[in-house]
C-alpha cells in the first residue's frame, strides 16, 4: 500500500525549459511535504517543502505546488539546468515520519 | 557545519554472516532515523529515535536487525544473520525536534553474496 507515488519513473527536458515533476498521495494527515533530490552514490538532499496549509512554496528557480483536494503536489523547476540531473523523491510527514515516492530520474539535455 | 556520517560507504559479505553500519548524527539534532533504499525504490523507514529512545521500529526486522544510540548521540545498525535479500542501501538521517527535513548521510551499499 504506497502512501505516496510518484508515477512517472524517469523525466527529459531541454535546458532552459520547465521540469515538472508529480507526486500523489493517499494519507490525508500528512502535514509536510518534501522534495528531495539524489545524485548517485549519494544520500537524498533537502530541496524544498510545503506546508499542508499552504498551496506554493518558491526557492529560486524550485517551486512546490500542493493541491489537497487532488491530494497532488508538483515540482517545478524553471529554467532547468543540466546539473539538476538526479533523481528527485517526493516525502510526506506524518507523526515526524517520513514516507518517500519511488523517485523520478531528471535527466536536462543540454 | 558537518553533515551525517556514515561507515562504511560499501560492505560486501557473505550471507549468514553479521554485519553493522554507524552513524553520526549532526550535531544537536535530537532525531535519528535509519532508512533501508532498494534499487528503484524509495527510502524505507526502519527506525526512528528521539534520543536515546526508539519510538518507531515498527518496520524493523526484529529476528535478525537490531539498532542501538547509546548516550543519544551515534548509532548502530546490526544485522545478524544477514540474507541476500538484505542487499540494499543503508540510510542514516536526523533531524532537529522541531524540524521539518531529514538531512541525509551518504548512506552504506551491503551486497550480500
Known amino acids: 500500500d504506497q502512501q505516496v507515488k510518484q508515477n512517472s519513473p524517469s523525466l527529459s527536458v531541454q535546458e532552459g525549459r520547465i521540469s515538472i515533476l508529480n507526486c500523489d498521495y493517499t494519507?490525508?494527515?500528512?502535514?509536510?511535504f518534501l522534495w528531495y533530490k539524489k545524485y548517485p552514490a549519494e544520500g537524498p538532499t533537502f530541496l524544498i517543502s510545503?506546508?499542508?496549509?499552504?498551496d506554493k512554496n518558491e526557492d529560486g528557480r524550485f517551486t512546490v505546488f500542493l493541491n489537497k483536494s487532488a491530494k497532488h503536489l508538483s515540482l517545478h523547476i524553471v529554467p532547468s539546468q543540466p546539473g539538476d540531473s538526479a533523481v528527485y523523491f517526493c516525502?510526506?510527514?506524518?507523526?515526524?515520519?517520513?514516507?518517500f515516492g519511488s523517485g523520478t530520474q531528471l535527466t536536462v539535455l543540454p | 557545519e558537518a553533515g551525517v556520517v556514515q561507515s562504511p560507504r560499501y560492505k560486501i559479505i557473505e550471507k549468514k554472516q553479521p554485519v553493522a553500519f554507524w552513524c553520526n548524527p549532526i550535531s544537536g539534532h535530537n532525531t535519528l532515523y535509519w532508512y533501508r533504499q532498494n534499487l528503484g525504490q524509495g527510502p524505507e523507514l526502519l527506525i526512528r529515535?528521539?534520543?536515546?529512545?526508539?519510538?518507531?521500529d515498527s518496520q524493523l526486522p526484529k529476528d535478525r536487525f537490531s539498532a542501538e544510540r547509546l548516550k543519544g548521540v551515534d548509532s548502530t545498525l546490526k544485522i545478524q544473520p544477514a540474507e541476500l535479500g538484505d542487499s540494499a542501501v543503508y540510510l542514516c538521517a536526523s533531524s532537529k525536534r522541531q524540524g521539518t527535513e531529514a538531512f541525509f548521510g551518504q548512506g552504506t551499499r551491503l551486497t550480500v553474496v
Open positions: 529515535y528521539e534520543n536515546e529512545e526508539a519510538v518507531d
Open positions: 510545503i506546508s499542508s496549509i499552504k
Open positions: 516525502a510526506a510527514r506524518s507523526a515526524r515520519q517520513l514516507t
Open positions: 494519507n490525508s494527515m500528512f502535514d509536510y
